[in-house]
C-alpha cells in the first residue's frame, strides 16, 4: 500500500529529483542559487531545462508554462508544449534553457495601474528558481517574476523577492557585529493559516450573489448560527472529512506540507494549516493552496469560499501570517538563546520588529485591505483595525526592566546590562496566546492576524520585511561605528523600547475603550476601510523606506496604490449592481406576490363572513407592503449613487464616494430586504436562505 512519504512531492522537481537528474555541477551551481541567494549561472540553464522537460515528460507532462502572480491576486500561466517538428514529419520533445529563464506572456490586460499604455502587449516572465517546479495536470509549471517592457514588476513576486534581499542583507550586517561569521544568508519564512467555508454546489448555484461577488449580499439572521460553540474543532462531518482527506492527497504531491486541518468556529467553515518554509515558497504554495481547495471541492459537488465575510453575522475567514526570520544554519533569530550574547541578538532583532510594526503600522494595514476584509476587521472574529503588538508577560516584563536599568523579576538581582553581566533566562511559550491582537509573538515566531481569507500572502510579507530591514539598518549603521559596542547595544534597545512601547498592547484589542486609547492617547492610526489607508502608501517616509531598500520603484508604488483602489470600487459597484438586480427581479417581485396572495385571501374570507376580521393577514399585508415600496425605494437610492460615481475625477474621490455613500445604502436596502425575508412564506422567498446554506453539507 503506498504511503504519503512514497508519493510527498512526486509532483516536485524539488532537491531530490535534482541531485538525481542534474550533472554534479549544474546541481552543485543551482543550489548555491537556491541555498545563498547567489546569481544563476546561465550557461547551466540549458541542462537544467533538458533534466526538467525529460522528468516532466516522464511524469506525462505535454506542456509547460511559466507561472506568475500578476496584480489581479491570483495566478496566471500561458502553456507551451514542448513539441517541436523534426525533419521526418514528427515531433521531437524540446525545452531549451532560453526557455526555462524568460517568458514573454501578452501583459496587456492585466492591471498595470498606469505603468504601461493598454496598447503595450510586451511583458515579461523571469524563473524564480529558489522555488520549485512542479506538475499541475499536464503542465509543467515554472515560477517566475512578471515584468513590464520596462522592467517595472507587474506581480506580487518580485516585490517579495526584493524584500527577503533586503533583510537578508541587514540581518547579515548585525549577525556580524554578533561574531557570527559562517551564516551566508537570512531568510524570513512564513506558516499561512488558511480559513475557508464549504456550501454545497446547489447552494451556490441558487445564490447570485454568491456566484457574482463571492458573499451573500442579503440574508436573515438563522436561528441556530455559532452560538453554541458545537461546531469549533467538532466532529468532521463525513462529506468534509472526504474532501479533506483528498485535498491533502493533492497538496502533499506538490510539496505542500499541509499539517493541520480542523472546523472552524462558524457552521461550515473549517482551516488547513502547512508547516513553516521559505516566504516566497509559502507564497506559492498559498497561492496554489487556494486554488486547489476550489477544484477539490468541485469534485466532492462542494464550492469553497474564499471571501472573507460571506455570511453576515457568522465568523469570517481570515489567513493568520505566522512569520519568523532564522539564518541559513535554522537557527531562528527570534528565540532567546543560552548566553549573553545570544539573548543580546534576539532582543536586538526582537526590538527590530517592535520598532517596524510602529513605524509602519499604515504599511501592515495596507497590506491586508481589500473591500472584503474590511467586513472583517473589527469584528469579533478578526483583530481591529488598529495596529498593535503582543509580547506576553514575562517578555514585557524584561523590556520594562531594560527600559528602567532595574533588576528582572525573574532572576535575582540581575541588571538588564546587555552583554555584560549575565541575562536572566526566559521562556518562549510563557503566556497564553492573544487572539484579538492583530501582531502577536507566539514563541519565535510573530503571527500577523489581520490578514483576509483571499489575500495573496506576498503583500503582507513585502511590508514585514522591507520595514524589519529598515530597523535592522538604523541598528547597523550605529553599530558598525560604536567606540563601545556593548554599551551602545544596550543605550540603542534600552531607546528603541522607550521609543516603540506604544505599540505594545497585551489586552483585549476588542474593547472600545483599547481602541479610544489606542487613537486618543497612544496615536496610533485606526485606518477602518481601504478607501481610508491606502493613498497612505503614498506617504513620504512609506516611498523613502521601500524605495531606500529597491523593494519597489515611485512609480511601482502609484500603480499599486491605483490598483488595489481601482480593484476596492469595481469589488463594491459589482456588489451593488447585484444587489440592485437581486432585489428588482427576485425579493420584491417575491414579497408582493407573498402580501397579493394574502390580501386575496382576505378578500375571499370576508367575501365569504363580512365578520371576520383577518387581522393577523392585514396587518402582515401592511407590513409586506410597507416593505416592498422600502425596498423599491432603497435600490432606486442606490443606483442613483452609483450613477453620480460617474461625476468623480479620480479613483480616490470614488473610493471616498463609495465607502461614504454606496456602502450605507447597501446597508439600508440590506436592512428591508432582510425583514421582509423573516415575513415572507419560505415557499415564495426566491432562494436558499442562511440556515439552508450554512447547514447543507452533511
Known amino acids: 500500500m503506498e504511503t504519503v512519504s512514497d508519493y510527498f512531492g512526486s509532483l516536485v522537481f524539488d532537491d531530490r529529483v535534482m541531485r538525481a537528474k542534474l550533472p554534479g555541477k549544474v546541481y552543485e551551481s543551482l543550489k548555491k542559487t537556491i541555498d545563498e541567494g547567489l546569481e544563476l549561472d546561465s550557461g547551466l540553464a540549458n541542462a537544467v531545462a533538458e533534466a526538467m522537460k525529460d522528468w516532466a515528460v516522464s511524469k506525462g507532462a505535454t506542456h509547460y508554462t511559466h507561472w506568475f502572480q500578476p496584480l489581479t491576486g491570483v495566478t496566471a500561466e500561458k502553456h507551451d508544449s514542448f513539441i517541436s517538428p523534426s525533419p521526418d514529419g514528427g515531433v521531437i520533445m524540446e525545452f531549451s534553457g532560453k526557455e526555462l529563464i524568460k517568458g514573454e506572456p501578452d501583459a496587456s490586460s492585466f492591471p498595470s495601474g498606469g505603468l504601461r499604455a493598454t496598447f503595450e502587449a510586451r511583458g515579461y516572465t523571469a524563473w524564480d528558481p529558489t522555488s520549485y517546479a512542479f506538475i499541475k495536470g499536464k503542465t509543467l509549471c515554472i515560477p517566475t517574476a512578471f515584468c513590464s517592457y520596462g522592467g517595472h514588476a507587474l506581480d506580487k513576486k518580485t516585490p517579495l523577492l526584493r524584500s527577503m534581499e533586503a533583510l537578508n542583507k541587514q540581518a547579515l550586517r548585525i549577525l556580524r557585529l554578533f561574531g557570527n561569521t559562517t551564516a551566508r544568508c537570512v531568510r524570513s519564512s512564513v506558516g499561512p493559516e488558511q480559513e475557508y467555508f464549504l456550501i454545497t454546489k446547489e447552494m451556490y448555484d441558487?445564490?447570485?450573489?454568491?456566484?457574482?461577488?463571492?458573499?451573500?449580499?442579503?440574508?436573515?439572521?438563522?436561528?441556530?448560527?455559532?452560538?453554541?460553540?458545537?461546531?469549533?474543532?467538532?466532529?468532521?462531518?463525513?462529506?468534509?472529512?472526504?474532501?479533506?482527506?483528498?485535498?491533502?492527497?493533492?497538496?502533499?504531491?506538490?510539496?505542500?506540507?499541509?499539517?493541520?486541518?480542523?472546523?472552524?468556529?462558524?457552521?461550515?467553515?473549517?482551516?488547513?494549516?502547512?508547516?513553516?518554509?521559505?516566504?516566497?515558497?509559502?507564497?506559492?504554495?498559498?497561492?496554489?493552496?487556494?486554488?486547489?481547495?476550489?477544484?477539490?471541492?468541485?469534485?466532492?459537488?462542494?464550492?469553497?469560499?474564499?471571501?472573507?465575510?460571506?455570511?453576515?453575522?457568522?465568523?469570517?475567514?481570515?489567513?493568520?501570517?505566522?512569520?519568523?526570520?532564522?539564518?541559513?544554519?535554522?537557527?531562528?533569530?527570534?528565540?532567546?538563546?543560552?548566553?549573553?550574547?545570544?539573548?543580546?541578538?534576539?532582543?536586538?532583532?526582537?526590538?527590530?520588529?517592535?520598532?517596524?510594526?510602529?513605524?509602519?503600522?499604515?504599511?501592515?494595514?495596507?497590506?491586508?485591505?481589500?473591500?472584503?476584509?474590511?467586513?472583517?476587521?473589527?469584528?469579533?472574529?478578526?483583530?481591529?483595525?488598529?495596529?498593535?503588538?503582543?509580547?506576553?508577560?514575562?517578555?514585557?516584563?524584561?523590556?520594562?526592566?531594560?527600559?528602567?536599568?532595574?533588576?528582572?523579576?525573574?532572576?535575582?538581582?540581575?541588571?538588564?546590562?546587555?552583554?555584560?553581566?549575565?541575562?536572566?533566562?526566559?521562556?518562549?511559550?510563557?503566556?497564553?496566546?492573544?487572539?484579538?491582537?492583530?501582531?502577536?509573538?507566539?514563541?519565535?515566531?510573530?503571527?500577523?492576524?489581520?490578514?483576509?481569507?483571499?489575500?495573496?500572502?506576498?503583500?503582507?510579507?513585502?511590508?514585514?520585511?522591507?520595514?524589519?530591514?529598515?530597523?535592522?539598518?538604523?541598528?547597523?549603521?550605529?553599530?558598525?561605528?560604536?567606540?563601545?559596542?556593548?554599551?551602545?547595544?544596550?543605550?540603542?534597545?534600552?531607546?528603541?523600547?522607550?521609543?516603540?512601547?506604544?505599540?505594545?498592547?497585551?489586552?483585549?484589542?476588542?474593547?472600545?475603550?483599547?481602541?479610544?486609547?489606542?487613537?486618543?492617547?497612544?496615536?496610533?492610526?485606526?485606518?477602518?476601510?481601504?478607501?481610508?489607508?491606502?493613498?497612505?502608501?503614498?506617504?513620504?517616509?512609506?516611498?523613502?523606506?521601500?524605495?531606500?531598500?529597491?523593494?519597489?520603484?515611485?512609480?511601482?508604488?502609484?500603480?499599486?496604490?491605483?490598483?488595489?483602489?481601482?480593484?476596492?470600487?469595481?469589488?463594491?459597484?459589482?456588489?451593488?449592481?447585484?444587489?440592485?438586480?437581486?432585489?428588482?427581479?427576485?425579493?420584491?417581485?417575491?414579497?408582493?406576490?407573498?402580501?397579493?396572495?394574502?390580501?386575496?385571501?382576505?378578500?375571499?374570507?370576508?367575501?365569504?363572513?363580512?365578520?371576520?376580521a383577518c387581522r393577523y393577514e392585514t396587518k402582515l399585508v401592511s407590513k409586506l407592503s410597507s416593505l416592498t415600496d422600502s425596498i423599491a425605494e432603497r435600490t432606486e437610492a442606490l443606483e442613483n449613487a452609483l450613477i453620480s460615481l460617474h461625476d468623480t475625477s479620480n479613483v480616490i474621490e470614488e473610493s471616498a464616494e463609495i465607502r461614504d455613500r454606496i456602502l450605507s445604502r447597501m446597508g439600508e436596502l440590506r436592512i428591508a430586504a432582510d425583514e421582509a425575508e423573516t415575513l415572507t412564506a419560505r415557499s415564495y422567498w426566491p432562494f436558499p436562505t442562511y440556515g439552508d446554506i450554512l447547514f447543507s453539507v452533511k
Not at 561605528?481 to 498592547?505: G, P, Q
Open 206 to 612: 441558487a445564490r447570485p450573489d454568491i456566484k457574482f461577488t463571492g458573499r451573500t449580499l442579503f440574508g436573515a439572521k438563522p436561528p441556530k448560527g455559532q452560538e453554541m460553540d458545537d461546531h469549533y474543532f467538532g466532529v468532521i462531518k463525513p462529506r468534509v472529512a472526504e474532501f479533506m482527506e483528498d485535498l491533502n492527497e493533492e497538496l502533499w504531491k506538490l510539496g505542500i506540507m499541509a499539517k493541520t486541518e480542523h472546523n472552524e468556529v462558524a457552521p461550515a467553515q473549517h482551516e488547513l494549516a502547512p508547516i513553516f518554509t521559505t516566504t516566497n515558497v509559502a507564497t506559492d504554495h498559498n497561492q496554489l493552496t487556494m486554488e486547489i481547495m476550489q477544484k477539490v471541492a468541485a469534485r466532492h459537488g462542494l464550492v469553497c469560499l474564499l471571501h472573507e465575510k460571506p455570511f453576515a453575522g457568522v465568523n469570517g475567514s481570515g489567513k493568520h501570517n505566522n512569520w519568523s526570520i532564522a539564518a541559513d544554519n535554522g537557527k531562528s533569530l527570534l528565540s532567546p538563546g543560552d548566553t549573553p550574547y545570544e539573548n543580546a541578538q534576539f532582543l536586538l532583532f526582537l526590538c527590530s520588529v517592535i520598532q517596524a510594526v510602529d513605524d509602519y503600522q499604515d504599511l501592515l494595514r495596507i497590506s491586508v485591505a481589500t473591500a472584503g476584509n474590511d467586513h472583517r476587521l473589527g469584528a469579533n472574529e478578526a483583530p481591529p483595525a488598529v495596529v498593535s503588538m503582543f509580547l506576553g508577560d514575562e517578555l514585557n516584563a524584561v523590556l520594562e526592566a531594560i527600559e528602567n536599568d532595574r533588576p528582572y523579576k525573574g532572576a535575582e538581582k540581575t541588571q538588564m546590562k546587555l552583554g555584560v553581566d549575565v541575562l536572566p533566562k526566559f521562556n518562549r511559550d510563557a503566556t497564553d496566546r492573544n487572539r484579538t491582537s492583530p501582531f502577536a509573538f507566539t514563541g519565535n515566531k510573530f503571527e500577523f492576524r489581520m490578514l483576509g481569507s483571499s489575500n495573496s500572502i506576498a503583500c503582507a510579507n513585502i511590508m514585514l520585511n522591507a520595514s524589519v530591514a529598515e530597523s535592522l539598518k538604523q541598528y547597523a549603521d550605529l553599530l558598525e561605528n560604536a567606540e563601545n559596542f556593548e554599551d551602545t547595544l544596550h543605550e540603542l534597545i534600552k531607546k528603541t523600547i522607550k521609543d516603540h512601547k506604544r505599540i505594545i498592547f497585551n489586552g483585549n484589542g476588542y474593547d472600545d475603550a483599547w481602541i479610544k486609547e489606542a487613537t486618543e492617547v497612544r496615536g496610533l492610526t485606526n485606518y477602518r476601510t481601504t478607501a481610508d489607508c491606502m493613498p497612505h502608501l503614498l506617504d513620504k517616509k512609506n516611498v523613502d523606506m521601500l524605495t531606500s531598500h529597491g523593494v519597489f520603484t515611485v512609480e511601482e508604488l502609484r500603480s499599486r496604490c491605483e490598483i488595489m483602489l481601482e480593484n476596492y470600487c469595481k469589488t463594491v459597484v459589482i456588489e451593488a449592481n447585484t444587489m440592485i438586480d437581486m432585489a428588482r427581479t427576485q425579493i420584491a417581485p417575491a414579497v408582493e406576490k407573498y402580501s397579493a396572495d394574502l390580501a386575496a385571501n382576505v378578500a375571499v374570507k370576508k367575501a365569504a363572513d363580512s365578520s371576520i
